[in-house]
Structure formats: C-alpha cells, structure tokens
C-alpha cells in the first residue's frame, strides 16, 4: 500500500516562483527522501532527512519534516523550466534491506 | 563505478511471452530491490534479494512473477506468460546500508 501521499497532484508555475510540494505518511520512519523523475527516465535522488531532523537544505531546495504529523514539505525556490518532473517522498524504517514505500508523486511543470 | 545497471531500457513481448529483467548492483553492494511503476504512479515495492537469498516479496504478484539474485551475475526478475497488465516501468535499486539506495534507469516493459 502507498505509504506517502503528496500534495498537490500536479502543480504549475512560473519560472522564478517557488514551488511547495507536501507528503504525508502513515506509520513511524527514520528516513524520508525526495526523489525526482523526468518524463519517461528513472529515479534521481534529491535529499534525504532524518526523523530527529526538522529541515536540510541542498542549493535551491528546503526540506522539512514533522514527525508529529507525519508530514514532509519539499521547497524549490527560484524554480526554472528544467525542474519540470514529477517528484516522489518515499520514506523507510531505516535499517539495511528495509524498502522504499513511494508516495503517488507530485508532477511539477515550470514554464518560462 | 557505473551505477546501477538496468538492461535492456525497452522490451517489447507478445502476450504469453516470456520477460527477463536484469539489474547489475553498483559494485558493493549486495542488496537489491525490484520496484514496478505503472503510468501516472509511484513506485511499488515487489521484492527484496540479497546474494542468493529472497529476502522479502510482499510485493510480488503469486504467480507468473520470480527474482534471483545469483552469487555470480546480475539479478533478474522474470515474468512468466506476460499479460498487457505487466506492462509498466520496472526499477531495481541496490543499497550498501540504510539510505544508501541507488536507482537504476529502469526498464519499459510493453505487452502487445
């Protein structure tokens, strides 16, 4: 079953403007992660937080995490027209051999 | 280090054919997960493998469906008597430790 559920489904912008994408999740974790998925290409990995931490940065991208709500917010600021993907939170218990559950994905288009 | 190799990038099968996937790990590490993506969804799990061992398939289908994880040589997931429903993208990720997962490009399986 999906573990993550990201908000909104798809989301259209400007370039330049910010874009916030959301995930909730069910049960307890010790890692989330944000993934990138141009059209038709495989998984790229964007940033991985820890359940003690409450935000990471990485150049033009802001994660945070509340565990108390069981919910992640990925930020890209000063978007441009080559972060247009579909972006996936996927989360896991944190320990070897534990599987990456996958949210539906956000589909992120950005026009110049 | 090439990362994680996925071949072939497409497979086209006629329906009741046979599909063999196959996925190189990146050198070192020895766990290997098989994800299915059909259009327009997240990732979901199907197995987990380490050398010789199928450590978790939750996720595979009963019948039709097997992965190996040989001492020697790739990994491969198989699908038996293909129906137009297995076609979808199939993702194999490997990991040394926990966080550390690496994703392959994928491969497009079409049933005709």
């Known amino acids: 079953s999906q573990q993550g559920e990201e908000d909104p489904q798809a989301l259209s912008i400007q370039e330049g403007e910010n874009a916030t994408m959301n995930c909730s999740y069910k049960t307890s974790i010790n890692n989330l992660q944000w993934y990138r998925q141009n059209s038709g290409r495989g998984l790229v990995h964007l940033i991985l937080?820890?359940?003690?931490?409450r935000e990471k940065h990485s150049g033009r991208l802001r994660v945070t995490l509340d565990t108390s709500k069981k919910s992640s917010s990925l930020l890209i600021t000063a978007s441009r027209a080559a972060d247009t993907a579909s972006y996936f939170c996927?989360?896991?218990?944190?320990?070897?051999?534990?599987?990456?559950?996958f949210g539906k994905g956000t589909t992120l288009s950005v026009s110049s | 280090n090439a990362g994680v190799m996925q071949n072939p990038r497409h497979l086209v099968r006629r329906r009741g054919q046979e599909a063999r996937l196959r996925c190189s790990p990146m050198?070192?590490?020895?766990?290997v997960y098989w994800y299915r993506q059909l259009p327009e969804e997240g990732l979901k799990f199907m197995v987990y493998l380490q050398k010789e061992n199928i450590i978790d398939e939750s996720g595979m289908p009963k019948e039709r469906f097997s992965a190996e994880f040989p001492k020697e040589g790739p990994s491969i997931l198989r699908i038996q008597q293909v129906v137009r429903g297995d076609s979808a993208a199939y993702f194999c990720?490997?990991?040394?430790?926990?966080?550390?997962?690496?994703f392959g490009s994928g491969t497009r399986l079409t049933v005709v």
């Open positions: 990720a490997s990991s040394f430790d926990a966080g550390g997962y690496t």
């Open positions: 937080i820890r359940s003690n931490e």
């Open positions: 050198k070192g590490h020895s766990h």
């Open positions: 996927a989360t896991d218990a944190g320990q070897a051999g534990t599987a990456l559950i």
